[in-house]
Every structure is written in structure tokens, then in C-alpha cells.
């Protein structure tokens, strides 16, 4: 459990960044930095999230969490979870679903993307800390016109204009349930929370040249995919493609979720 802590800054190169900076000196769990303008938002293996200024949230959360390392990739899960209860609620009568691993979509159009990082020493989780980008006010004039039509917010959605602080508070009091829960029970409950939401079950994808159906969410939020000769294959970090061309490469990898060791 932890008591939500949110700190609004005008502005940050990266949320993440201000949130590690935080945790490396001590910052208990459940601050959480929010940045007005992020100049370098990142999303998952590097990717940049676009964002104009002030209109979205920009949210990054500090976890001290006691699990095995190997268990650590389930909270970005948890907070998809999160994001999507408390988006039913502002978006209402839309349903918000999940893509693996960490997107959050309304409409089959992404509204928002989680990044998980942290440290381990000794084999131990010293912090994680999951970062938001939520398009809720932005427009689809905000958007750069290849994205239109993948992309949605809160207010195209509704019509309506959303307080960055109250979404943020009513997204962390959300999160705090859920790992609380996470603690009594474990990372079991998890893969099944998630699989309600998840739009892509049973449909064709595809990764490294190598084609199947996404049959399932393992244990420790892996992919599991049934490749055309039966065999399964299980995928713990990286983009699928849905339903598209794969190149000719065969080679799946197997990453490591992103978590430093110091």
C-alpha cells in the first residue's frame, strides 16, 4: 500500500526521469510527478510519445514493491488496469480495452501507453516506476495528421475538458487498491484481470517474422502465441503486430523486462 503523493511541475525532459531521480533519493512509494510540458516523454524500447503541451497527462509513479524481479513486469499490467477503470468512468459509454503489453485503447485506438523501469540490487527490487501518457484533452488537430487515425482522447471521445490533478489522483487511488490487493493475493490474480479487457485474444499476429495466434497471458504477464504448427511460443517484452505482413526474419526474442540492475 501507499499514500498518493502528486507533485505538478511546469515542465520535464521526461516524468520518468524526475520520478528515478526521486526514488534513487529515498522519495517513499506513491509519489508520483506530473510534468504540464514533457519535452522527451518516452514510451516503451525507446519510443517517443507525442504529446502537446499541457493538455495530456504526464504521469510517472514511484512503487517500492516486495516481489521477485521476475514478478515485477505485472505492475505495468496492474496499472493498465488502473488506467482503463478509472478511463471507463470518464468516457462513459465507451469500454476501454488492452493491448499487450501496456496499452490502453478506446475504440481500438490508443489513448494511452504505460512504461515500467526500476532497479534491482542483490537480486532484490529496490523501486519501480510506472509512467502514464494519457491523451485526455488533446484534439485531433493536436495530432500529427499519420496518427489521426490511431490515436484518441478523452475529449474527442466526450466533448468535455478534464482536470490533469483529479485524473491523476482518482488513477493513483485506483492503483493503490489494486497493489494492495497484489500483496495479500500475489501476481496471480493479475493475467486474468487483464484478459477482460484484452481486444486482441485469438487474433493473428506477429513478431520477428515469426506468425501465430495470441492465445493467452502466462503467469508472469508473458504472450503466449500458437505458432501454425501447433507449437507454442512465449514473448515476454517487445512490439506485435497485429494482423499485418511480417517480415522474413524467423527469430523471436525472448527480452528481458526493462529493469536495471545497479
Known amino acids: ?18 520520478a528515478r531521480k526521486l526514488a534513487l533519493s529515498g522519495s517513499p512509494a506513491g509519489t508520483s510527478i506530473v510534468a504540464i510540458v514533457q519535452t522527451e516523454g518516452r514510451g516503451r524500447c525507446g519510443s517517443k510519445w507525442f504529446s502537446p503541451p499541457g493538455k495530456n497527462l504526464a504521469m510517472s509513479v514511484i512503487l517500492r514493491p516486495k516481489l521477485e524481479p521476475r514478478d515485477a513486469p505485472m505492475l505495468g499490467m496492474l496499472f493498465s488496469i488502473a488506467v482503463a ?45 510506472l509512467g502514464l501518457g494519457l491523451n485526455l484533452n488533446s484534439l485531433e488537430e493536436d495530432f500529427p495528421l499519420n496518427l489521426t487515425e490511431s490515436l484518441t482522447s478523452c475529449s474527442i471521445l466526450t466533448g468535455l475538458t478534464f482536470n490533469l490533478r483529479e485524473v491523476g489522483m482518482s488513477i493513483l487511488i485506483r492503483l493503490r487498491e489494486l497493489t494492495g490487493r497484489f500483496e495479500i493475493e500475489g501476481a496471480g490474480f493479475v493475467p486474468r484481470l487483464w484478459q477482460r479487457r484484452w481486444l486482441h485474444k485469438d487474433q493473428r499476429i506477429c513478431r520477428d517474422g515469426v506468425e501465430g495466434t495470441a492465445i493467452g497471458i502466462d503467469d508472469d504477464g508473458a504472450l503466449l502465441v500458437e505458432t501454425p504448427d501447433g507449437s507454442w511460443v512465449k514473448i515476454s517484452s517487445g512490439e506485435v503486430c497485429l494482423q499485418r505482413p511480417c517480415p522474413a526474419k524467423k527469430v523471436f526474442n525472448r527480452d528481458l523486462p526493462c529493469i536495471e540492475k545497479s
Open 1 to 18: 500500500m501507499f499514500d498518493p503523493i502528486l507533485k505538478i511541475i511546469e515542465i520535464a525532459e521526461s516524468t520518468q526521469d524526475e
Open 85 to 129: 477503470d478509472i478511463l471507463d468512468k470518464l468516457c462513459h459509454p465507451f469500454r476501454t480495452s488492452v493491448k499487450w503489453p501496456n496499452d490502453v485503447l478506446v475504440q481500438d485506438k490508443k489513448i494511452a501507453g504505460i512504461l515500467s523501469e526500476g532497479q534491482i540490487t542483490n537480486g532484490c527490487v529496490d523501486f519501480v516506476v
